[in-house]
Each structure stands twice: as structure tokens, then as C-alpha cells.
């Protein structure tokens, strides 16, 4: 129930976010001549788990839709997947939020904030499967930023995308290698990720 509650917060925050950014957007098009932009991306991803190794990969898909112009940049609403199958425990997000993407006629950086929902999947390898735990969900959010860079008018390349995760999962046993382990007491997890890839500019 504890989730769910969340959970019902999160979208209402989020539809209000888009309410406020889209009306912002309208006028400040309206007033500046700018107009609305929706982007596809695809990029490959390098994920710090947080848990037993360094590093594994995966693959991050999003979109974002622009409200026109405002100041020097514009402010977006985004939508984020990552899935990371990785080798001790995989772990996937779907995060939604708002974004800042500065103008600029070739490099164009951004920051953002994403909040929604993640999981973590636990392989033979380790305690908690060995328990009968194979995989945990809960809340996520993350916030980062990175560079895109302008080819045409249509796409470009995500040249570098930087997301730092907080994740809670709920309460349980935790035997993380090189961290000490956590009995019956609440689960987080601080991933982050470093991502490559391209984008599509649809209008």
C-alpha cells in the first residue's frame, strides 16, 4: 500500500509538471516564435550496479517533447527505459520527468530529473537468490545530464549522457560482496550510468 501511495503521488506530480511545462511553453512560443520538438534516442549504456562488480551494460531508450522556447533553452517532459541484464544481478528502470535542453547550433547539453519505477533481478551467483529472492522492485528516481550534438536538422549524436540513481526496494536481507550486509532493514541502491548513443528529431 506504502508503494502504491507513492506510486499515485509520483504521477500526480509528474501530470502537474507537464501541465505547468506545456503552459509555459505555449506562451513562450507563442510570444517568441518558437516551436514544439518530439525526439526518439537510442544509446548504449555502461551501468555501475552497485552491487559485486563494477560495471555491466545494457541499452537505454528514450523521448522527450519540447515546449518551444524559453530563455536559452527549452524545457522538456521525458520518458526513460534502461535495461541492464549485467552478471551478478540486472537491473531495469522506467523513469519518467522534466528535462532543460539548452540551444546551440551544433552542441546542445541538457540536465534532468527522472522519477518511477525500478528492478533489480538477482542471479544463482548470489545469496539472495540462494535464499529464494530472485528480484526486487520499487521506487527510482535519478537526475544527470549530458551533451547532444546537432548533425542535421532530423539527428545527432548523444555524445555523452551522465544519470545518477537513488532506488528504494522495500525491507529484506542484502548481502552485497565488499559491503556489509543489511538484515530486515530498508534495501537501496545508488547505480549510476554513463550512456552513448544517437538521436531522431521528429518535427
Not at 537491473?91 to 546542445?108: A, I, K, M, Q, S
Not at 536481507?173 to 530498508?186: H, Q, S, T, W
Amino acid at each position: 500500500m506504502r508503494f502504491v501511495s507513492k506510486m499515485t503521488m509520483s504521477v500526480f506530480l509528474l501530470l502537474l509538471t507537464m501541465g505547468t511545462i506545456q503552459a509555459i511553453g505555449q506562451v513562450t512560443a507563442a510570444a517568441r516564435g518558437g516551436g514544439n520538438q518530439a525526439n526518439a534516442l537510442g544509446m548504449f549504456t555502461f551501468n555501475q550496479p552497485d552491487y559485486g562488480q563494477p560495471f555491466t551494460y545494457g541499452a537505454a531508450f528514450g523521448a522527450d517533447y519540447r515546449f518551444g522556447k524559453l530563455g536559452p533553452g527549452q524545457p522538456a517532459i521525458a520518458a526513460r527505459l534502461s535495461f541492464v541484464p549485467g552478471g551478478l544481478v540486472g537491473e531495469n528502470t522506467y523513469l519518467v520527468g522534466p528535462e532543460w535542453h539548452l540551444r546551440g547550433r551544433r552542441f546542445r547539453p541538457y540536465v534532468d530529473f527522472h522519477i518511477g519505477y525500478a528492478t533489480i533481478s538477482y542471479s544463482k551467483g548470489t545469496e539472495e537468490k540462494v535464499s529464494g529472492v530472485s528480484s526486487r522492485s520499487g521506487t527510482a528516481y535519478e537526475f544527470g545530464g549530458g551533451l547532444d550534438y546537432r548533425l542535421k536538422r532530423n539527428y545527432g549524436f548523444r555524445v555523452i549522457d551522465f544519470q545518477y540513481q537513488d532506488w528504494n526496494v522495500g525491507k529484506g536481507n542484502v548481502f552485497r560482496p565488499g559491503k556489509p550486509a543489511i538484515i530486515n532493514g530498508p534495501i537501496t541502491y545508488t547505480p549510476y550510468q554513463v550512456s552513448t548513443g544517437f538521436y531522431y528529431r521528429f518535427h
